[in-house]
């Protein structure tokens, strides 16, 4: 059995010819073999189970080709493949990761029209979901959202804002920063601001482009890189978070006009008013965040955390977006900093192909 795409043109291999259409979209060798080990996974075990007669767990059409079967697959017969797994005691990061493969797979073969509809949309909304779901929190659009973020002039105010949607970091990681946990493409940007005594650029940045380098280690008291700080970090893993173009340009912005500080950390964000110069605290954020989000609405004095918009929200925001936009509870919780163990290693080795490719594949546009 083949199928038809939506400009008639005939699929034989559905895998295959989603493989062929990563190879055109510049996907790398590593990417596209990942892929093609788990799809044909897949295919082998729906071919196998092949839906016998006796078996009314499964709707699917008994059927003696794989690329019916896949084709055909619903969404129980994706959820028995992922009980499967389970069964094997196959680790949670590599199930999630392996669904959103699966996930990835259904959704471009249904834009193009050679399926009717993709199965794992419901499996992926019925997976555990285990990262800051909140359904009682404000619910905000992209739209509102970048017209909340364009009223907002200041390029220190702007730059905190612009990073903690476009991060998910929390307030404490973002005071913590310092010039040497970031890269940007202009590299001019941080030379000017930088000192004699400036420290060195994480070796976790080299070789990674535009990225942000989290650590685990900042705590509150403990003097790390000659300072000793204010805010903690909460990650249980140190992370890094690649820098997309809107936060690049954020950060240039904000750069150009950053005071000096004497610092021997160099802190990336300081205080521009009574503080001058010196590193922002989790206290000023707040003061920033609420100051724009009582201006729109979207926070009152003693009202709580499912109405007001403080700089915690936008660590929800961005979960929520990209988890959606991604499939991918994996790449999120990496970059949330919430995992630790064989997810890290899975990331931290392919990072590029993984983490870099899907943030920028998927991460939403603000400006």
């Known amino acids: ?19 062929q259409d990563m190879t055109y979209h510049g996907k790398s060798t590593q990417t596209r073999d990942a892929y093609n080990r788990v799809l044909r996974r897949f295919e082998t075990f729906l071919t196998e189970e092949s839906r016998d007669a006796s078996d ?39 199930i999630a990761t392996y669904a959103s493969y699966l996930h990835r797979f259904y959704a471009y073969m249904s834009q193009i029209g050679a399926f009717e509809s993709n199965p794992m949309t419901l499996v992926i909304a019925e997976m555990d ?6 359904p009682s929190r404000r619910e905000i659009s992209l739209t509102d959202m970048r017209s909340f973020l364009a009223d907002i002039h200041h390029p220190l105010e702007h730059a905190v804002i612009m990073t903690l949607i476009k991060t998910g970091i929390r307030a404490g990681e973002l005071c913590n920063l310092d010039l040497r946990d970031i890269v940007l493409t202009d590299r001019k940007a941080l030379d000017e601001v930088s000192t004699s005594n400036s420290q060195p650029l994480r070796a976790h940045l080299e ?7 989290v650590s685990d280690a900042p ?44 610092s021997p950390a160099q802190p990336l964000f300081v205080s521009t008013t009574g503080q ?10 707040h003061h920033i965040v609420e100051t724009h ?15 007001n918009v403080t700089p915690h929200y936008f660590r929800h925001f961005f979960t929520t977006h990209l988890r959606d936009r991604t499939g991918d509870r994996g790449i999120v919780k990496y970059l949330r900093g919430d995992v630790g163990g064989d997810i890290i290693e899975t990331y931290t080795h392919n990072w590029g192909d993984r983490v870099r490719e899907t943030y920028e594949e998927h991460i939403y546009t603000i400006l």
């Open 1 to 19: 059995m083949s199928v038809n795409t939506a400009d008639g043109e005939v699929v034989h291999d559905p895998v295959g010819y989603f493989i």
């Open 56 to 94: 009314q767990t499964s709707p699917t059409e008994i059927d003696s080709t794989a690329t019916s079967n896949i084709a055909r697959a619903t969404h129980r017969d994706c959820m028995a493949w992922i009980h499967s797994l389970r069964q094997t005691e196959t680790a949670d990061s590599t």
């Open 129 to 134: 979901e285990r990262i800051d779901t909140n």
């Open 207 to 213: 070789g990674r482009g535009p990225s942000m380098y």
């Open 219 to 262: 705590a509150v008291g403990v003097v790390v890189a000659g300072e000793e700080r204010t805010a903690s970090n909460k990650r249980q893993r140190s992370t890094t978070i690649p820098i997309d173009e809107e936060l690049d340009w954020a950060l240039r912005r904000w750069l150009a006009i950053r005071p000096q500080t004497t």
């Open 276 to 285: 001058w110069g010196k590193r922002l605290t989790p206290h000023m954020v």
């Open 293 to 307: 989000a009582k201006d729109v609405g979207w926070h009152n004095d003693g009202g709580d955390a499912t109405e």
